[in-house]
């Protein structure tokens, strides 16, 4: 196999021969998609192992859930819905402790105008990750995930209401986290 068999394969043939058993196109799918895939992975861990440990129980998944797939969709979307919701079952799994929740009367806004242009996105990776978990979480189903308080709040098991003040505590502390690192 070569990358040329990659792109001149559909989905759909790929799907067939996965369904199928054959092992063959069990790899090419993985190929195809596992960079992404891990790169998706690590948006919700910091730590490399963590990031595998996930790809590997998402494609698990996928490979089991194949035959669902009912092409209403890319499946890369399909597929990293599957990793992301692997990446949230193992932030449960992983968590041993609550977080309070913390509430927010009145602060002041540090001000981060030019230093954002500074940062690279492992920069900003690396300071999201840095974040409680919760608050880190809200913010990246949010700001890179794009679901809504509503979604979230299903999700993560919370109220809309704790979604939104994560979301706001997320903010404030990655602000002050680039106000922080770049003086």
Same mark, same amino acid.
Request: proline letters at 1%; charged letters at 35%.
């Given at each position: 196999?070569?990358?040329?068999?990659?792109?001149?394969? !559909?989905d759909?043939?790929l799907?067939?021969?996965c369904i !199928?058993?054959d092992r063959?196109?069990?790899e090419?799918?993985?190929?195809k998609?596992a960079d992404k895939m891990?790169n998706? !992975?690590l948006?919700?861990t910091?730590d490399?192992?963590?990031a595998c440990?996930?790809?590997?129980?998402?494609f698990?998944k996928?490979f089991?859930?194949l035959d669902?797939?009912?092409?209403?969709?890319s499946l890369?979307g399909?597929i990293?819905k599957?990793?992301?919701?692997?990446?949230?079952?193992?932030?449960?799994?992983?968590?041993?402790e609550?977080e309070f929740?913390?509430t927010?009367e009145?602060f002041?806004?540090p001000?981060?105008?030019?230093?954002?242009?500074? #940062? =690279?996105a492992d920069?900003i990776i690396?300071?999201? =990750?840095q974040l409680?978990?919760?608050?880190? #979480?809200? #913010?990246? #189903?949010?700001?890179i995930?794009g679901y809504?308080?509503?979604? *979230?709040?299903?999700i993560?098991?919370?109220?809309?209401g704790?979604?939104k003040s994560?979301? =706001?505590?997320?903010?404030?502390?990655?602000?002050e986290?680039? *106000?922080k690192?770049n003086?």
């Amino acid at each position: 196999m070569n990358k040329e068999d990659l792109h001149t394969i !559909s989905d759909e043939q790929l799907i067939k021969g996965c369904i !199928s058993g054959d092992r063959k196109y069990q790899e090419m799918l993985y190929r195809k998609f596992a960079d992404k895939m891990y790169n998706v !992975s690590l948006i919700y861990t910091d730590d490399e192992d963590e990031a595998c440990d996930i790809l590997q129980e998402g494609f698990i998944k996928v490979f089991r859930k194949l035959d669902t797939f009912r092409f209403q969709g890319s499946l890369e979307g399909w597929i990293r819905k599957i990793v992301i919701n692997t990446a949230l079952e193992f932030y449960r799994r992983k968590k041993t402790e609550r977080e309070f929740q913390d509430t927010y009367e009145y602060f002041v806004e540090p001000k981060v105008d030019g230093i954002l242009e500074k #940062l =690279n996105a492992d920069d900003i990776i690396k300071l999201v =990750n840095q974040l409680p978990s919760k608050a880190a #979480l809200v #913010l990246k #189903l949010y700001a890179i995930e794009g679901y809504n308080h509503k979604e *979230i709040a299903e999700i993560m098991d919370i109220s809309e209401g704790t979604s939104k003040s994560q979301l =706001n505590r997320a903010r404030f502390l990655f602000k002050e986290a680039i *106000i922080k690192r770049n003086g």
